[in-house]
């Protein structure tokens, strides 16, 4: 059964970088879409960003929320088995605990209910 773990998070300045990584074990890594997810106090889960299986080429490769675009990026190291969330000019805005989670199809259909693993999620902090 596929596991995910995520790390990287912690506190940061506004304006500050962080890289979140998203480590699988167990399964069968590539073979569904990955997704970074985050959730604040109060607020429902949000997507921020996908990545398209190695194994689809169905739709944009990766992609990104509106909140995010531009500051974000996923990538994937087909190598570790890991898939990155670079994140720059962060915001307190952007301050939530971040999910990584496999999807259940190869491409990114932004449908939450879609992914069927979840890791336990980094605390990410954006304040002054």
């Known amino acids: 059964q596929l596991h995910l773990v995520e790390s990287g998070g912690g506190s940061v300045q506004p304006g500050g970088s962080l890289r979140l990584s998203c480590a699988t074990s167990?399964?069968?890594?590539?073979?569904?879409?990955i997704g970074w997810f985050r959730q604040s106090p109060g607020k429902e889960r949000e997507e921020v960003a996908c990545?398209?299986?190695?194994?689809?080429?169905?739709?944009?490769?990766?992609g990104y929320a509106e909140s995010v675009k531009g500051r974000f990026t996923i990538s994937r190291d087909n190598t570790k088995n890991t898939v990155d969330l670079q994140m720059n000019s962060l915001k307190p805005a952007d301050t939530a605990v971040y999910y990584c989670?496999?999807?259940?199809?190869?491409?990114?259909?932004?449908?939450?209910?879609?992914?069927?693993?979840w890791g336990q999620g980094t605390q990410v902090n954006v304040s002054s």
């Open positions: 989670a496999a999807s259940m199809f190869p491409w990114c259909t932004w449908i939450t209910i879609d992914f069927e693993v």
């Open positions: 167990g399964g069968v890594w590539g073979k569904g879409a």
């Open positions: 990545i398209r299986s190695k194994e689809s080429n169905v739709g944009d490769s990766s």
